[in-house]
């Protein structure tokens, strides 16, 4: 088995069954399997699949386990060489999965690799980032990579200064679409399943960084993400979880001490809005100059 292409769903049965149709309709010349991880869906997605998909391997969670032990769940139950990781609200266009197949026999010491991610619209989505830090957290809690995206400094973090226009060798593409080399994962680790939901990927990214691992991003093909379709369900609960998954990741592969890495991510929600108090006090103060 060349290509086993994994799935962790939660409550996104209508998304779900145009992804594993995508998936069917564009399949790869080598042989490959699909396997979907119903993470406990009330909506009825595993009847779904089971019903209109008999040919998909079904693992049935109890409870919604989160994306990095849903994912390795799927691992531990697939036979491909490669692992494709696949959000459930994403579409497969025409080459993707042979390009994919291609890329990482041409490049033994490849372990993981992201494509060219489009919005529903089919405009262009940031499709890979550098591994977060102190200066990048700081650069977005103060507004500078949103005034100076196109700069590789304040930039950094969102790659927002990449056109996404040729190979790169890059920190972490998306999870949405994210292949992997099995033999890399032997040696790096799976995913890490105190993650429950964010920053997983750029944990595992890391890990198999340090082992020595190359990971790049390939424009040549494209896939449709149409962004966020399970966590917008519970909006508030999950962008917790993302600060609690920030933190633990700076912790872990930064060494950042906990109150440090509370403090930094404090000021994604203070900084902006005490900038804009000073400007407005600042406007005040003087506006007998202007």
């Given at each position: 088995?060349?290509?086993?292409?994994?799935?962790?769903?939660?409550?996104?049965?209508?998304?779900?069954?145009?992804?594993?149709?995508?998936?069917?309709?564009?399949?790869?010349?080598?042989?490959?399997?699909?396997?979907?991880?119903?993470?406990?869906?009330?909506?009825?997605?595993?009847?779904?699949?089971?019903?209109?998909?008999?040919?998909?391997?079904?693992?049935?969670?109890?409870?919604?386990?989160?994306?990095?032990?849903?994912?390795?769940?799927?691992?531990?139950?697939?036979?491909?060489?490669?692992?494709?990781?696949?959000?459930?609200?994403?579409?497969?266009?025409?080459?993707?999965?042979?390009?994919?197949?291609?890329?990482?026999?041409?490049?033994?010491?490849?372990?993981?690799?992201?494509?060219?991610?489009?919005?529903?619209?089919?405009?262009?989505?940031?499709?890979?980032?550098?591994?977060?830090?102190?200066?990048?957290?700081?650069?977005?809690?103060?507004?500078?990579?949103?005034?100076?995206?196109?700069?590789?400094?304040?930039?950094?973090?969102?790659?927002?200064?990449?056109?996404?226009?040729?190979?790169?060798?890059?920190?972490?593409?998306?999870?949405?679409?994210?292949?992997?080399?099995?033999?890399?994962?032997?040696?790096?680790?799976?995913?890490?399943?105190?993650?429950?939901?964010?920053?997983?990927?750029?944990?595992?990214?890391?890990?198999?960084?340090?082992?020595?691992w190359k990971i790049k991003f390939f424009p040549q093909v494209c896939v449709t993400h149409h962004w966020a379709q399970s966590t917008k369900q519970a909006l508030f609960k999950m962008n917790k979880q993302w600060y609690i998954s920030f933190q633990k990741y700076l912790v872990k592969n930064k060494h950042y001490p906990a109150w440090l890495a509370w403090l930094l991510l404090s000021s994604?929600?203070?900084?902006?809005?005490?900038?804009?108090?000073?400007?407005?006090?600042?406007?005040?103060?003087?506006?007998?100059?202007?």
């Amino acid at each position: 088995m060349r290509l086993s292409i994994i799935i962790v769903s939660w409550n996104v049965k209508d998304l779900l069954e145009r992804t594993i149709a995508a998936v069917l309709q564009n399949p790869p010349n080598s042989a490959y399997e699909i396997i979907v991880v119903d993470n406990a869906s009330g909506d009825g997605s595993a009847d779904l699949v089971a019903a209109k998909f008999p040919q998909v391997k079904l693992i049935h969670s109890p409870q919604n386990v989160g994306f990095a032990a849903g994912n390795n769940l799927g691992f531990r139950q697939a036979s491909g060489e490669y692992l494709l990781c696949l959000n459930p609200d994403t579409e497969m266009h025409a080459g993707a999965l042979d390009f994919i197949i291609t890329a990482l026999d041409r490049d033994a010491r490849l372990g993981a690799l992201g494509v060219k991610l489009l919005n529903s619209d089919g405009t262009l989505q940031l499709s890979c980032k550098s591994f977060p830090a102190a200066d990048t957290i700081l650069y977005n809690a103060s507004g500078l990579d949103a005034l100076f995206p196109k700069s590789k400094i304040f930039g950094k973090y969102n790659m927002s200064w990449f056109k996404h226009d040729r190979e790169i060798e890059v920190d972490q593409p998306m999870g949405a679409v994210l292949a992997l080399r099995r033999s890399a994962l032997d040696q790096a680790g799976v995913y890490d399943e105190r993650y429950f939901m964010y920053f997983d990927e750029v944990d595992l990214c890391w890990r198999l960084k340090q082992a020595g691992w190359k990971i790049k991003f390939f424009p040549q093909v494209c896939v449709t993400h149409h962004w966020a379709q399970s966590t917008k369900q519970a909006l508030f609960k999950m962008n917790k979880q993302w600060y609690i998954s920030f933190q633990k990741y700076l912790v872990k592969n930064k060494h950042y001490p906990a109150w440090l890495a509370w403090l930094l991510l404090s000021s994604l929600i203070w900084l902006k809005p005490l900038i804009l108090i000073l400007l407005i006090w600042l406007i005040i103060v003087n506006r007998s100059r202007f």
